[in-house]
C-alpha cells in the first residue's frame, strides 16, 4: 500500500500509458490465463435508471498481481444530444488483494474502449480466416475507430466499408482513418450488400432492434458483436446466430445481456449450443475455425478481467513513471 495515499488518474493519464498494442497484449494473457484456470470467475451487477443504467464489473487478478479492480461505468444513450455528455461515463478502482487498501483510481473510458476492441482483435486472430482483407464497421463513434485499428493490426485489411445512421460520422471515420491506416474506407448506406462482400463484421452500435440478417453473411465471414451489453441491446438476427458457431467472452453473461440472450429468449438457441468462450480457444482447449466456409460469431459483452488486465498495466506503468497525483481518502 502507497503510503502517499490511493493514486488519481485523469483520462488523459490513461491515454498516455495504455497503448492499443499493449491493450491487446495483455486481454490475450488474460484469456489465456482464465482458459487455463488461473483466474477465478468474475462478478457483474447492474443498476436500471430513466434514461440509462450502471453497471458494475469486479474481478481478481491471479495472485502474484495481487489486485480486486472494479469498474462503475454508467451508459446514457442520450447523453450527447441532451447533455453533450459520453454516452459511457464511469471510474475503475484497484485494490490491493492481500489488505483490500485502495491503491487507484482511474477513468474507465479509454480503458473501456481499447480493451473492448482488443478482444474482438484477440477474438478475430483466432478465429477469422488469416486472409481476412474485406471488413464492414457498423458505428462509427470512438469504439468503431479503435475497433478498426485493433483488427488492422492482426489482419491484413484492405477495405472498409463504414456504416452509421449518422452520415456526418460516416464521413468523418472515412476521412481520419483512411490516411492513419492506409486503407481504401467506402462510407455506405446499403448495408447488407456490404456484409456480403465482406471477411469481416463489427457491430458496435446502442441498436435495440437486429440489423444484421442471416441471408446477408457469406460463407467463411467472422462477426464481432459488440453492442449488446445489456439486455435491451441487439444487433444480430437470432436466426444467424442459431446457425454459427458462436464463441462469447463470457457465456453466462451473454445468456444474460448479449446477443445470445435474445436468441436463447425467442428459443432459437440455449446455452448449450455456445461452442465456446474464447478463453477456451485461446488456451488450446479448444480448436478454433474449423474450415474456411463456416460463419463464426464473436458475442462480446465485455468482462471484468479485460478491464482489471488494461487497468492494472495502466497503474504499474504511471507508478514506474510518477503519472497521476495521491489522495488519502481515509485522512
Not at 192 to 199: G, K, L, N, T, V
Amino acid at each position: 500500500m502507497q503510503s502517499e495515499g490511493t493514486l488519481l488518474l485523469q483520462r488523459n493519464d490513461v491515454a498516455e500509458l495504455l497503448s492499443l498494442k499493449d491493450c491487446i497484449n495483455a486481454v490475450e494473457k488474460i484469456f489465456r490465463w482464465q482458459g487455463e484456470g488461473k483466474v477465478p470467475a468474475s462478478g457483474i451487477l447492474g443498476v436500471k435508471a430513466a434514461r440509462g443504467g450502471l453497471h458494475v464489473k469486479a474481478g481478481l487478478l491471479p495472485a502474484d498481481k495481487s489486485y480486486i479492480v472494479a469498474k462503475l461505468n454508467t451508459n446514457f444513450p442520450g447523453n450527447l444530444a441532451q447533455f453533450a455528455l459520453p454516452t459511457i461515463q464511469g471510474l475503475i478502482v484497484l485494490y490491493d488483494s492481500e489488505n483490500g487498501a485502495p491503491l487507484a483510481v482511474l477513468d474507465s473510458i479509454e480503458v473501456t474502449i481499447k480493451r473492448t476492441a482488443a478482444a474482438s482483435a484477440v477474438a478475430a486472430k483466432y478465429l477469422a480466416r488469416a486472409n481476412s482483407s474485406i471488413g464492414t464497421i457498423c458505428g462509427c463513434g470512438q469504439q468503431g475507430r479503435a475497433q478498426l485499428r485493433a483488427l488492422h493490426s492482426v489482419l491484413p485489411l484492405k477495405k472498409i466499408y463504414a456504416f452509421d445512421l449518422d452520415e456526418h460520422a460516416v464521413r468523418n471515420f472515412a476521412a481520419e482513418l483512411s490516411d492513419e491506416l492506409r486503407l481504401a474506407i467506402e462510407p455506405v448506406r446499403a448495408l447488407p450488400a456490404a456484409i456480403r462482400e465482406s471477411d469481416i463484421c463489427v457491430t458496435c452500435t446502442t441498436s435495440r432492434e437486429f440489423f444484421v440478417h442471416k441471408e446477408d453473411v457469406s460463407p467463411g465471414a467472422f462477426i464481432a458483436a459488440v453492442g449488446a451489453d445489456d439486455e435491451n441491446k441487439q444487433e444480430i438476427d437470432p436466426a444467424l446466430l442459431a446457425s454459427a458457431k458462436v464463441v462469447t467472452d463470457s457465456v453466462e453473461q451473454c445468456c444474460a445481456i448479449g446477443d445470445l440472450h435474445h436468441a436463447i429468449t425467442q428459443g432459437m438457441m440455449r446455452k448449450e449450443s455456445v461452442y465456446a468462450d474464447l478463453s477456451e480457444i485461446v488456451a488450446g482447449r479448444k480448436p478454433g475455425r474449423a474450415s474456411e466456409e463456416e460463419i463464426i460469431i464473436f458475442d462480446s459483452t465485455g468482462i471484468a478481467i479485460e478491464d482489471a488486465v488494461a487497468a492494472t498495466a495502466v497503474y504499474e506503468k504511471a507508478c514506474a513513471a510518477r503519472i497521476g497525483s495521491h489522495f488519502d481518502f481515509a485522512a
